[in-house]
């Protein structure tokens, strides 16, 4: 049984994510559930995994933390996460995959602007994440999005992963690589990081955002929790920092799958499938409803 948001979400609040590809709901997860929020992110913090990667002496990241996390697997499948999701989306959501990321207190490390599109073996317009922490992160060091960026036709490379034009081990296995046929499971990434995935050198790169705000028009926030960050999965994000904090940021984010998404292999994927997918060999433009043992529905308009 799923929990209800303590609010509904407004028609402003729609309207918002459908033109910005971003909305904040605000104070819509109760203060019992930011309780299991922080329990569940402390657990996986804890205990570092082989999806656990540093991706600097102070952001840590994690792939799929709610597989050995009781309280956020509680956050995925009971909390009302899910439905302020689909209904900010308007569409009926699975649940595809979540990560951990964690700035530790002192000095916090931007994160550099990017999409997530490029990561993961999926596309489809109604891919939205859902960023929660059970701190308070100022506007200057939470997620950042360029506004209607995720209704741009283009997908940026990867920041992360192995660089086949500098590493002859990536270069074997890009060239291996068979459209349509899955190359990286988790099995595969015994002894890897999971940014072993191969960078998709012929995507273009990300522009240089930070050097040129004021040609972008971005949108941030101040965090409170008990909110809901909503945003489409290719809307080019980030976040500010470089300032001190006196508590920890941790954050919970979850990507949830809307009517439209399908597999899509992509060369250059960096973040495995998820795990149970690997027995479907799943192909190239079918929909993750084709998989509902692996991607049971998670809300639908009328529950
Ligand atoms: O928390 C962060 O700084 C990064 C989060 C992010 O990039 C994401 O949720 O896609």
Redesign the pocket.
């Known amino acids: 049984m799923r929990a209800k948001p303590s609010r509904a979400v407004t028609t402003e609040e729609i309207e918002a994510l459908r033109r910005d590809g971003a909305v904040l709901i605000k104070g819509v997860l109760t203060p019992e559930w930011v309780d299991v929020l922080a329990e569940g992110l402390d657990a996986a913090i804890a205990v570092p995994d082989t999806m656990t990667h540093d991706l600097g002496p102070e ?1 840590r ?1 994690d792939q799929f933390p709610s597989a050995h996390s009781p309280a956020l697997r509680r956050i995925v499948d009971e909390s009302p996460v899910a439905e302020i999701a689909g209904r900010a989306a308007q569409s009926p959501v699975r649940f595809y995959m979540d ?1 951990l ?1 964690y ?1 530790p207190q002192g000095h916090v490390p ?2 550099p602007w ?1 999409q ?1 599109t490029c990561y993961y073996n999926v596309e489809g317009h109604h891919l939205i ?1 859902t ?1 929660v ?1 059970p701190d308070p992160v100022p506007r200057d060091a ?2 950042e999005v360029v506004r209607g960026s995720h209704l741009w036709n283009v997908t940026y490379r990867s920041l992360a992963g192995r660089d086949p034009e500098l590493d002859a081990e990536a270069r074997e296995i890009q060239e291996k690589a068979v459209p349509g046929v899955p190359m990286l499971g988790v099995e595969a990434h015994q002894g890897w990081s999971y940014f072993s995935g191969v960078r998709d050198m012929s995507a273009p790169l990300v522009p240089d955002i930070e050097a040129h705000r004021d040609s972008y028009e971005i949108l941030g926030w101040d965090f409170e929790p008990g909110d809901v960050l909503v ?1 489409h ?1 290719h809307i080019l ?3 500010r ?1 470089d300032i001190t904090s006196d508590h920890a ?1 941790r ?1 919970h ?1 979850l990507l949830w799958a809307g009517h439209d998404v399908r597999y899509l292999h992509r060369i250059g994927q960096i973040i495995p499938d998820p795990a149970g997918l690997y027995a479907h060999e799943p192909k190239t433009g079918q929909p993750l409803g084709d998989f509902p043992d692996v991607f049971p529905l998670a809300w639908a308009p009328g529950e």
Do not use: E, M, V
């Open positions: 952001l990241s990560q990321f700035k931007p994160t990017h997530d994440r960023w922490s939470s997620i945003f999965a994000h980030g976040a920092g940021r954050a984010a």
